[in-house]
């Protein structure tokens, strides 16, 4: 998390205004409780910095109005602390006013392959929460690896060391980014069996890993669930993320690509997306009740993921009565603040009948929490294969040569108070969703038993 923000909205004009109230209470130095992230807020001015153990680094100087204008901030009585809240999400980071940051803030690492190579290691060592899901002795590990950087150390290199030092992580929200080059290269040590088969499948016929990606992502949305499986009698909406139909004469189908991007295609938006999902479900559940639908099933058999409070608010739309649905805190915290997360029944239409869900390895991070949400609601049967396990946000931090180091911090918990991150949560029955030569064939098979079954 930084405190840097998307855009700079407000007039340019505001800087040579006088301080507000709020902006006066904030000045000083602030650093977040968990999270690395620290802030010297002077005059109109925030700076913010990457903060690990033993390395610090500056994220930039940008103006105080801006931040103030894209985050709640609610200041403390005593003015020692304040929270950050963002729009469409009950998540928050609490950040506590300290003397000063520490003295290393003062020499940041350099941009050599050296000082790149001890904030990556850092940065992992500060924050990251799973090492002992993953058995990995992280400190042994970068002892080793560091002698292998050298001044001399290629880019390419560099990049080899680095995702090698990530490979025994096999953990969906992790990885690096960087730019070589002018090329762009990313490292992601787990990015679903599905795609594990597609990307070996690319580098066989010699094509691009990208381009064999999406034109799967394609082919498996465009032609097999909306040809195959809806069989063109189907809806694609909430802006090409959502399709739902009937695939049985009392069966309801709704299948979720992503769980953010629903107004506009764009993730970023939580409040708006929040708001266009809501209408698409009030269309589906209004066609599945004219249908007279007494089952649904909800495909997350590839899910993205996206925002928490968007997969909360779907699992609204199927409960009953409020439920206790999962808790999350961050392990980097020194002082652990648990949020638990509740399922409130919507005040619009809902579908209160038997819900059949669907996952596999490539329901991932916002599909994840919805699976938790829906799992504690007692007419759902959880079906096909345990998710990807990488339930926790992805944390971002910029090395000094700008490459982007992505992980985990974050731990949650189910309803039970089961935590699963690394092994995926196991459905109440095992079945095959994506496997063989063909998988859309062994997708399409599982489907149509589901809603047979479902008769």
Same mark, same amino acid.
Request: hydrophobic share 40%; with cysteine; glycine share 10%.
């Given at each position: 998390?930084?405190?840097?923000?998307?855009?700079?909205?407000?007039?340019?004009?505001?800087?040579?205004?006088?301080?507000?109230? *709020?902006? !006066?209470?904030?000045?000083?130095?602030?650093?977040?409780?968990?999270?690395?992230?620290?802030?010297?807020?002077?005059?109109?001015?925030?700076?913010?910095?990457?903060?690990?153990?033993?390395?610090?680094?500056?994220?930039?100087?940008?103006?105080?109005?801006?931040?103030?204008?894209?985050?709640?901030?609610?200041?403390?009585?005593?003015? !020692?602390?304040?929270?950050?809240?963002?729009?469409?999400?009950?998540?928050?980071?609490?950040?506590?006013?300290?003397?000063?940051?520490?003295?290393?803030?003062?020499?940041?690492?350099?941009?050599?392959?050296?000082?790149? $190579?001890?904030?990556?290691?850092?940065? $992992?060592?500060?924050?990251?929460?799973?090492?002992?899901?993953?058995?990995?002795?992280?400190?042994?590990?970068?002892?080793?690896?560091? !002698?292998?950087?050298?001044?001399?150390?290629?880019?390419?290199?560099?990049?080899?060391?680095?995702?090698?030092?990530?490979?025994?992580?096999?953990?969906?929200?992790?990885?690096?980014?960087?730019?070589?080059?002018?090329?762009?290269?990313?490292?992601?040590?787990?990015?679903?069996?599905? $795609?594990?088969?597609? *990307?070996?499948?690319?580098?066989?016929? =010699? !094509?691009?890993?990208?381009?064999?990606?999406?034109?799967?992502?394609?082919?498996?949305?465009?032609?097999?669930?909306?040809?195959?499986?809806?069989?063109?009698?189907?809806?694609?909406?909430?802006?090409?993320?959502? *399709?739902?139909?009937?695939?049985?004469?009392?069966?309801?189908?709704?299948?979720?690509?992503?769980?953010?991007?629903?107004?506009?295609?764009?993730?970023?938006?939580?409040?708006?997306?929040?708001?266009?999902?809501?209408?698409?479900?009030?269309?589906?559940?209004?066609?599945?009740?004219?249908?007279?639908?007494?089952?649904?099933?909800?495909?997350?058999?590839?899910?993205?993921?996206?925002?928490?409070?968007?997969?909360?608010?779907?699992?609204?739309?199927?409960?009953?009565?409020?439920?206790?649905?999962?808790?999350?805190?961050?392990?980097?915290?020194?002082?652990?603040?648990?949020?638990?997360?509740?399922?409130?029944?919507?005040?619009?239409?809902?579908?209160?009948?038997?819900?059949?869900?669907?996952?596999?390895?490539?329901?991932?991070?916002?599909?994840?929490?919805?699976?938790?949400?829906?799992?504690?609601?007692?007419?759902?049967?959880?079906?096909? *294969?345990?998710?990807? =396990?990488?339930?926790?946000?992805?944390?971002?931090?910029?090395?000094?040569?700008?490459?982007?180091?992505?992980?985990?911090?974050?731990?949650?918990?189910?309803?039970?108070?089961?935590?699963?991150?690394?092994?995926?949560?196991?459905?109440?029955?095992?079945?095959?969703?994506?496997?063989?030569?063909?998988?859309?064939?062994?997708?399409?098979?599982?489907?149509?038993?589901?809603?047979?079954?479902?008769?």
């Amino acid at each position: 998390m930084s405190l840097k923000y998307l855009a700079l909205a407000a007039p340019l004009a505001c800087l040579g205004c006088a301080l507000s109230p *709020q902006s !006066q209470a904030l000045q000083g130095t602030w650093l977040s409780n968990g999270y690395g992230t620290g802030a010297r807020i002077s005059g109109q001015w925030v700076e913010s910095f990457a903060v690990a153990n033993q390395t610090c680094l500056s994220e930039g100087r940008d103006p105080l109005f801006g931040l103030l204008a894209e985050y709640n901030i609610t200041l403390a009585d005593d003015g !020692q602390s304040f929270v950050l809240g963002f729009d469409g999400t009950d998540q928050i980071i609490r950040f506590d006013r300290i003397a000063d940051l520490p003295d290393y803030c003062a020499t940041p690492p350099a941009d050599t392959p050296i000082g790149n $190579f001890n904030m990556f290691a850092d940065v $992992f060592a500060t924050h990251y929460a799973f090492f002992d899901v993953y058995g990995v002795d992280w400190d042994a590990a970068v002892s080793r690896a560091r !002698q292998r950087v050298t001044p001399d150390t290629t880019d390419e290199e560099l990049f080899a060391i680095l995702s090698g030092l990530l490979a025994p992580l096999a953990d969906g929200h992790i990885g690096l980014k960087a730019r070589i080059d002018g090329n762009r290269w990313l490292y992601e040590p787990n990015p679903g069996a599905l $795609f594990e088969k597609v *990307q070996a499948d690319a580098r066989a016929a =010699g !094509q691009s890993i990208d381009a064999a990606e999406d034109a799967f992502r394609r082919t498996y949305w465009d032609t097999h669930v909306a040809g195959r499986i809806l069989q063109g009698n189907g809806t694609t909406t909430g802006s090409g993320f959502v *399709q739902y139909g009937l695939v049985g004469q009392r069966t309801g189908y709704i299948n979720f690509l992503t769980m953010a991007g629903f107004a506009t295609g764009d993730i970023g938006d939580p409040v708006s997306d929040i708001a266009a999902i809501h209408d698409v479900m009030d269309q589906a559940i209004a066609e599945f009740e004219a249908a007279g639908v007494t089952n649904v099933i909800i495909d997350l058999s590839l899910n993205f993921g996206g925002f928490d409070d968007a997969a909360l608010a779907i699992a609204g739309r199927f409960a009953t009565a409020p439920v206790f649905a999962l808790s999350e805190y961050p392990a980097d915290a020194p002082d652990r603040i648990t949020l638990r997360r509740n399922v409130q029944p919507s005040a619009r239409s809902r579908f209160t009948g038997p819900v059949t869900l669907i996952t596999s390895n490539m329901t991932v991070s916002a599909g994840e929490i919805f699976t938790m949400a829906l799992r504690a609601l007692p007419q759902t049967t959880h079906v096909g *294969q345990p998710t990807r =396990g990488a339930l926790s946000d992805v944390l971002e931090k910029e090395l000094p040569n700008g490459w982007i180091v992505e992980l985990s911090n974050e731990v949650y918990s189910d309803h039970e108070g089961i935590e699963w991150e690394g092994r995926g949560i196991t459905p109440d029955r095992r079945l095959s969703v994506f496997a063989g030569a063909n998988p859309l064939e062994t997708h399409a098979a599982l489907v149509a038993r589901l809603a047979d079954e479902a008769r």
